[in-house]
């Protein structure tokens, strides 16, 4: 292992609406054209966006991190491919989970939507109650939803938070919603406010009715709150924490980012057998003040988790003292803070901060990496024009391998954008200290 720290300044080169930063340079006169450009990016910036500001919340002392997952299957669907006679229900899953696997606080399962794959209204019905029944404030949160859609036809969408089935089957549905129409369901949930979210199963690039190709649309961000890095295997029998997840969605992240739209990332065990979490030890974080469904929901919302292949690495990481998933402003530049810890004392091999802008159709580029003894923590201030927005998120990786991908926080630094183009911006780590 490297025994000296590395901190590597890169060149962040980024264009929108034909308007270049690049970095480390001087300022220069903009010419009237380029700061019309400019002017016009930041009127554009929708106004669903300056709306969602007011779910970031200012990070809280006590705010406390809940590991567990949001897709995975009962026999209500085709779960339970093994047929244990010991788990024909929602509830007795649920009962595993509680006694059987490890590091968990809270868990999803999300059964198919449809007759194809086994569900049946009166089912969906049963496992809403169970799940209900197993339910307990500051014990262990529940949460039971649907996988919707069907992969030939667009993709699968994990659904929580709609204790009704929506559905196209004959009979078999409490809300229509046609088998291919993704933007109708996003519609849908969006509809629903704060009581529920969509997150977006194992992402192939043309999923959901093309939703990176067509324009983006705010009502669906507002419904979408995140996706899976990792997914599976959804097929293994294995309760030893060793099959790991063999598909990684980084690039579509990158791409729903790139976009507009405001995801944060989560890991997802997919088990169609009786084995809940106990196949790895990945675990969608969720950083909230108290275990409970409303507190949970809460930070779903609000896109307040990340991913992490380790089952018990926390996180910290803010921008201004904005937490994590947060679309926030302020007059001041971003400065950036993280810290990463692990109970089991694993230490972080290298740290890269992402860096993009939201709608720009530009991939994100990593604008800080540090390899080494020390990438654990990590504070800079990043020097932005007034009128730009930003996201940030950091990819971990462990001395084991493991990675924890954090949730992006969105910053506009606010105020006119001035009259001047600015060629040069740099990442400049301040000193090493945990804060
Ligand atoms: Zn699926
Ligand atoms: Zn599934």
Known sequence: MNSTRNLIYLNLTISVKRLFISISKTMTPIKSSKRQQLIIAFQRMPIVVLAMIIF????????????????????????????????????????????????????GISDHNHSGAGMAIADYRKGVLEADSVNQDNVFTSFYGMEWGVISTGGHVIVHGIDSLIGWDNGNYDIFNGQSDYGGLFDLVAQRGNTAFAYLAHMEDTDFGNLLQVPYNAIWDSAIVGLALRNGPAFSTDTTYSSLPSYNYFDRYLDLLKKGYHVAPGIDHDNHYIVFGRTHPGRTVVISDSLNRESLMAAFKRRSFYASDDWNARVEFSINGFGMGSICSGPDNPEIKLYV????????????????????????????????????????????????????????????GDKIWTAPIWYTRSGNPPAFELLDFTAQRVGNQAF
């Open 341 to 400: 810890s692990d109970p089991d004392g694993e230490s972080i091999t290298w740290l890269r901060m992402w860096v993009g802008v939201p709608g720009s159709g530009i991939m994100a580029s990593s604008v800080v990496s540090m390899q080494g003894p020390g990438s654990d923590s990590l504070q800079f201030t990043n020097p932005i024009i007034p009128g730009q927005t930003f996201y940030y998120f950091a990819e971990i990786t462990e001395a084991d």
């Open 56 to 107: 970031s919340l200012k990070i809280n002392a006590q705010s406390s991190y809940w590991y567990g997952s949001l897709h995975s299957h009962s026999e209500y669907s085709d779960g339970n491919m093994g047929n244990d006679p010991d788990y024909h229900d929602v509830k007795s899953c649920y009962e595993y989970i509680q006694q059987n696997t490890l590091n968990v606080n809270y868990w």
